[in-house]
């Protein structure tokens, strides 16, 4: 009676598994009967990259050279006001790292 009730258990088994295949093949889920980490939840999301790249103007700086080279005047003309004013970067080999070593 014990080689019977094996049996139907088997059987129930294999026809549950069956239906839990059917099921996945005809809604698109994942089948993961062993219950191991997938990264199927994450591969599911969409990508945000191109959303992320247009929610950011597109910078001119980039590609006018007249603009690069107003920046870089405007960069040069505060640098020589602050030497000038004794403000400005040392010259190599007399920063204040060179001056603690005489």
Not at 37 to 53: E, F, N, Q, T
Request: net charge positive; hydrophobic share 35%; glycine share 10%.
């Amino acid at each position: 009676m014990s080689a019977g009730g094996g049996l139907k258990k088997l059987l129930s088994t294999v026809v549950v598994r069956g239906v839990d295949e059917a099921r996945a093949r005809i809604f698109g889920h994942v089948l993961n009967p062993t219950g191991k980490r997938s990264p199927h939840k994450l591969l599911r999301k969409k990508l945000i990259g191109d959303k992320l790249a247009q929610w950011y103007p597109y910078d001119i700086k980039q590609d006018d050279p007249l603009v690069m080279a107003r920046l870089e005047q405007e960069r040069l003309a505060k640098l020589e006001m602050l030497k000038r004013r004794g403000k400005g970067p040392p010259k190599k080999g007399q920063g204040k790292r060179a001056s603690k070593r005489k």
